[in-house]
């Protein structure tokens, strides 16, 4: 069965600390995303990559970076965390060659992060 | 404008109701279309793609009018377990980027 994990459910981060957040895929995707879920704002995207060490601003990047040093995981990360980063986040992965117009993404379980 | 639009609802209909759910979408170059459920405090999953001549699932038919530009969604006889937000998905002009809809919410009351 097709996976994406992230590794944590629920987090708590006091202001200005660095925030790591870390998704894994077991598809082989070529594509990985990470989005954050807000009520009446829906998804949007913060940044995605399309291979490994390859990485792209989405929609919305300020206050975050990426990395993607394997295949299999993409890193999300809150250099200096505010309280307006407290939010949903979800990762997502697709495949490059084509299925994703069929199956669109494969989303992780989220994390819930809260900043105070 | 929004790249996609939902009528956010809530929609609270009876079990065993016929609902349906639209969305209009402005980027006329959009190829993928997808209806996604999410339920609550959960990550959205993929409940069928939209194709141009139209799809079945069981009770679930989605609908797609590119001259129009919006996708639909209709349930028939409504279960208490269809309850939930559907999310509209139509992908980015390039690459395999998609654009999500806020979403509509449905309860199924007994």
Redesign the interface.
Known sequence: DVKVTQSSRYLVKRTGEKVFLECVQDMDHE?M?W?RQDP????R?IY?S?DVKMKEK?DIPEGYSVSREKKERFSLILESASTNQTSMY?CAS?S?WGT???????????T?LTVV | RKEVEQD?GPFNVPEGATVAFNCTYSNSAS??F?W?RQDC??????LM?VYSSGNEDGRFTAQLNRASQYISLLIRDSKLSDSATY?C?V?KRT????Y????TSLTVIP
């Open positions: 594509n995303f989005y009446g704002l829906g998804l995207l995605f399309y989405g979800l697709s490059a994703a117009s069929n199956y669109g993404y494969t989303f992780g379980s989220g819930r | 956010p190829q993928s997808f996604y405090r959960k990550e959205p999953k993929l793609s999310l998905v992908n690459g395999n980027q998609f999500f809809g806020t979403g």
